[in-house]
């Protein structure tokens, strides 16, 4: 069983940055993909940011377009630790964010989440 468990999130000015950080309790560096989901309210879940593991380049990332130049993943295989640094926060960006493994199923082209995080509050206003 993996345990996922966000923090760093909270209230911020819209400019500002967080940076959120996801303690798993597991051996990130051997997950398929570990990323970061958000949720605002009446909008569905939708993927912010993933890095898979590549055995040929040690790891591709994807970023959501609305995201894109403002947010970095990272991860800190080590600590067995994912972040998430946002910068230029927007109030679109307002939402409840989550982290997430997934794994490669046998014979598929698609990652399938198999574990969640509880989630972490981001609100962005002034």
């Known amino acids: 069983q993996v345990h996922l468990v966000e923090s760093g999130g909270g209230l911020v000015q819209p400019g500002g940055s967080l940076k959120l950080s996801c303690a798993v309790s597991?051996?990130?560096?051997?997950?398929?993909?570990v990323g970061w989901y958000r949720q605002a309210p009446g909008k569905e879940r939708e993927l912010v940011a993933r890095i898979s593991n590549n055995i040929t380049s040690g790891g591709t990332t994807f970023y959501a377009d609305s995201v894109k130049g403002r947010f970095t993943i990272s991860r800190d295989n080590a600590k067995n630790t994912l972040y998430l640094q946002m910068n230029s926060l927007k109030s679109e960006d307002t939402a409840v964010y989550y982290c997430a493994k997934a794994v490669l199923p046998s014979g598929k082209s698609f990652y399938t989440i198999d574990y969640w995080g509880q989630g972490t509050q981001v609100t962005v206003s002034s």
């Open positions: 597991g051996s990130i560096a051997i997950f398929g993909a």
